[in-house]
């Protein structure tokens, strides 16, 4: 899991309510990314962030927002208009957007709406 | 269309046994191609990567091999541990420099039995 902290690592939801993920990281990196992982699929990118204050929306930003006040943390919400939002989070971060490093990830929150 | 495919979709072996996995792709302009591996309720740990020019990659018990001719991709596990039962995902980058994008496989999930 490197130098990145995701939390909490289980959460519940309502219907109709926002929910925030926490995502942390000590390691110096410019680039920050949200991704949604559900079963038998791939990756697929929610949101990423290249500089502080700067965030772009990914392939499946709807229903998601973003906000990256620092360097060290990018948090996710989860907003009412995500109508499946039953989902294995995970975070990430890069030294640079669009070069060939490796990305580093958190441990992951699973998200069940009840 | 950018895709990655595994296969298979699932494995299950005895502890001591070898094992290959595949990952064929059809990704352009390809970049590199990496191997992570995901534990059960955490997040992918990078296990190798490989440029155009390499053909082959060693991480301990752990040998990728890249064909670029027909776009293919294996990682063999030598001497199977309880410990590498996980999902093993292959991921292509595509892009130039300053503008990568990844293309993430669905996954492999291994079992490995006593």
């Known amino acids: 899991d490197g130098g990145i902290t995701q939390s909490p690592k289980y959460l519940f939801r309502k219907e109709g309510q926002n929910v925030t993920l926490s995502c942390e990281q000590n390691l110096n990196h410019d680039a920050m990314y949200w991704y949604r992982q559900d079963p038998g699929q791939g990756l697929r990118l929610i949101y990423y962030?290249?500089?502080?204050?700067?965030?772009q929306k990914g392939d499946i930003a709807e229903g998601y927002s973003v906000s990256r006040e620092k360097k060290e943390s990018f948090p996710l919400t989860v907003t009412s208009a995500q109508k499946n939002p039953t989902a294995f989070y995970l975070c990430?971060?890069?030294?640079?957007?669009?070069?060939?490093?490796?990305?580093?990830f958190g441990p992951g929150t699973r998200l069940t709406v009840l | 269309k950018n895709q990655v495919e595994q296969s298979p979709q699932s494995l299950i072996i005895l502890e001591g046994k070898n094992c290959t996995l595949q990952c064929n792709y059809t990704v352009s302009p390809f970049s590199n191609l990496r191997w992570y591996k995901q534990d059960t309720g955490r997040g992918p740990v990078s296990l190798t990567i490989?440029?155009?020019s390499e053909n082959t990659k060693s991480n301990g018990r752990y040998t990728a091999t890249l064909d670029a001719d027909t776009k293919q991709s294996s990682l063999h596990i030598t001497a199977s541990q309880l410990s590498d039962s996980a999902s093993y995902i292959c991921v292509v980058s595509r892009g130039e420099l300053g503008n990568y994008q990844l293309i993430w496989g669905a996954g492999t999930k291994l079992i490995i039995k006593p």
């Open positions: 490989m440029t155009f």
């Open positions: 990430a971060s890069t030294n640079t957007h669009g070069s060939p490093d490796t990305q580093y």
């Open positions: 962030s290249q500089i502080v204050n700067d965030f």
